[in-house]
């Protein structure tokens, strides 16, 4: 069973400090964490699972989350809360409408051709950018991850990064400031998985393994040595 609530549109910036409004730690977390459930976000929290819901309903109330029972090994079924669409504009969004009509410019007065040529000097400049604060090839890949994720950190990408037990690592990126664009030309999302090759180096193995333009909730990459 799920279900959604009409309203106005809650449009308080999301900040995921100590001081933020106990609203934005529980977008932020379910943001990053995926559909969770009230008890869950409680612990994170450090409040009651009660205090958790009141805010969670205040936001339905809002359509900024909505609620699915799922069945649990044993017991009753667990209610699970996650974001409805209505919460992207809560996030930043790079000045989507702004990067959406220089898009729209370029391809209508240069071509396909012309955009294309653009991307790649984009992805270019950025790319030696990236190489010039990561630390070098011959640092630890761990360093060089957690250097690439403060970097589109900045971005507001809100990554993070994970080590698995085989030696690989995973990147992931709960947002994409730059969705509405993706979205208008699919060359910038493939910039995004050339980028990271090319920042990294040769050695490394970078693909893509969730995407947010397939309908994934978030873009996740792994990495590992050739």
Not at 190 to 209: C, H, I, M, P
Request: aromatic share 6%; charged share 30%; glycine share 8%.
């Amino acid at each position: 069973m799920r279900r959604t609530w009409a309203g106005s549109i809650y449009s308080a910036p999301v900040k995921p400090d100590n001081h933020a409004p106990a609203r934005d730690k529980i977008l932020f977390y379910l943001k990053t964490k995926g559909p969770q459930t009230a008890a869950t976000v409680a612990r994170r929290l450090g409040v009651t699972p009660m205090a958790v819901r009141q805010h969670l309903y205040d936001l339905e109330k809002d359509s900024l989350v909505a609620w699915e029972d799922r069945r649990a090994p044993v017991g009753r079924p667990a209610r699970h809360w996650a974001l409805t669409s209505r919460v992207s504009g809560i996030f930043p969004d790079s000045h989507a409408e702004l990067i959406v009509g220089l898009l729209d410019a370029v391809r209508s007065t240069f071509g396909e051709a012309g955009l294309e040529r653009l991307i790649e000097t984009r992805l270019q400049s950025q790319a030696a950018t990236y190489r010039d604060r990561l630390p070098g090839p011959r640092a630890p890949l761990d360093k060089r991850i957690a250097s690439l994720v403060s970097l589109r950190k900045e971005e507001g990408y809100m990554a993070e990064w994970t080590r698995d037990g085989d030696g690989s690592f995973m990147l992931i990126e709960n947002h994409c400031p730059i969705c509405d664009a993706a979205k208008t030309c699919q060359r910038i999302c493939g910039g995004e998985l050339d980028l990271f090759r090319q920042a990294l180096g040769k050695s490394v193995k970078v693909e893509r393994t969730e995407h947010m333009m397939e309908g994934a909730r978030r873009c996740v990459y792994r990495i590992a040595k050739s």
